[in-house]
């Protein structure tokens, strides 16, 4: 009976844990509280493996995705997210976390915005409405932000212009943001050799050209980008 009641206990604090809230800013950075936060998740065992559900402040839904394993963020199953006002905003399925099928898009209106096919991960055709329901010319949804010249042009750039500050070798990857304008900021780095290595890498960004800026659903926005730099 003593062991019994220890894994009931054992049980029920992992169901707490579980239905624990965790808060977020708008740039779903981790806080402490619901101090400043836009977002806050609850994780939740599924039949999948793990159930991520993210809620607005005033506790409607925001995203609602299914992980077969959630540490390395493997989807395995729905996708789903919704706007403020309580309307779909997107629809799509994972399997082994490639997307497969079509994934939708729609308008605060209810009206589907887009659709585009997956097969295995790789995209194979879509389409693109007007808020009247009006098929119009399809454009990607997501453009990454561009080096001028393209990652041949970057590295080429690299080459030519990174300075070792001593002897330190592998590969340096830096995290940043590309904002409207194209210049970079945020600096984060991920994957270091050095600290002097390091700051030497994120001088040559800063001093570089400016970027042509990501685009989301046909919009210029700031994205946050990451690239490896490779030291022989």
Request: aromatic share 16%; proline share 4%.
């Amino acid at each position: 009976m003593k062991k019994l009641l220890v894994l009931f206990v054992l049980l029920s604090s992992i169901t707490f844990y579980a239905q624990k809230k965790v808060y977020f800013t708008e740039d779903f950075k981790e806080l402490p509280s619901a101090d400043n936060a836009t977002y806050y998740t609850i994780y939740e065992e599924s039949p999948e493996g793990t159930l991520r559900t993210t809620y607005y402040l005033d506790n409607s839904l925001f995203t609602k995705d299914d992980f077969s394993n959630y540490k390395r963020r493997i989807l395995n199953g729905t996708s789903e997210k919704w706007y403020k006002n309580g309307t779909k905003q997107m629809l799509a399925i994972y399997i082994k976390g490639k997307q497969e099928g079509v994934q939708t898009r729609y308008f605060e209106n209810g009206q589907v915005k887009r659709t585009e096919n997956f097969k295995n991960g790789k995209f194979v055709d879509g389409k693109c409405f007007n808020e009247n329901g009006t098929e119009i010319e399809f454009f990607p949804y997501y453009v990454k932000p561009e080096f001028p010249g393209g990652m041949k042009a970057f590295y080429d750039y690299v080459a030519n212009n990174f300075k070792s500050p001593n002897s330190g070798r592998g590969e340096i990857r830096i995290g940043f943001y590309v904002e409207l304008d194209g210049t970079l900021n945020h600096f984060e780095v991920v994957k270091s050799i050095n600290k002097e290595m390091d700051l030497s890498a994120i001088r040559l960004l800063v001093n570089g050209p400016r970027w042509t800026p990501g685009k989301i659903d046909g919009k210029e926005t700031r994205v946050k980008f990451g690239i490896p730099i490779t030291v022989l």
